[in-house]
């Protein structure tokens, strides 16, 4: 079984442009758990998962550590959440992405997850454009399908 015959082809997909305000959006309206960035050439730039948001969002313990009264300005907290609100995709997303093509097996597409601690890839054509994206979730989905087929 091949990834084009598993993968989601209703994906989002941002700009480095985009703000951090509406890739909270897409994420958690659309229930996604990641967005892939794309130029305009469609072709992949990097990728931003929940995981990064959260982590750009949350707060740099080291900077508590040294002022600790400052870890109670709550207010201050929020207002730093705020700021984040207008920072660019291209400047919190993670450029180096694990991909996978159309045309390679499932089995061969979930090992790179599993090696790479990644829950999902990006799939793109021969021409490099982004066309879709696999979860492990998609790749258990078919397996048991195919296995276990309801009667």
């Not at 659309?30 to 707060?59: C, F, M, R, S, W």
Request: glycine fraction near 2%.
């Amino acid at each position: 079984m091949k990834v084009q015959s598993v993968m989601s082809t209703n994906i989002f997909t941002i700009t480095p442009e985009t703000t951090v305000r509406e890739i909270w959006i897409l994420l958690f309206t659309k229930h996604k758990n990641a967005l892939p960035v794309i130029g305009k050439d469609k072709k992949l730039l990097g990728i931003i998962t929940k995981e990064d948001l959260l982590q750009a969002l949350y707060p740099n313990f080291e900077q508590y550590l040294e002022d600790i009264p400052s870890f109670e300005n709550f207010e201050k907290l929020e207002d730093e959440v705020q700021e984040l609100k207008s920072v660019k995709a291209k400047n919190i997303m993670y450029a180096k992405v694990i991909y996978t093509r159309t045309d390679t097996p499932i089995m061969r597409a979930l090992s790179r997850m599993i090696v790479r601690r990644v829950n999902q890839l990006p799939v793109l054509s021969d021409d490099d454009e982004v066309v879709g994206m696999i979860t492990k979730g998609d790749i258990f989905s078919a397996l048991f399908k195919k296995e276990f087929p309801r009667k």
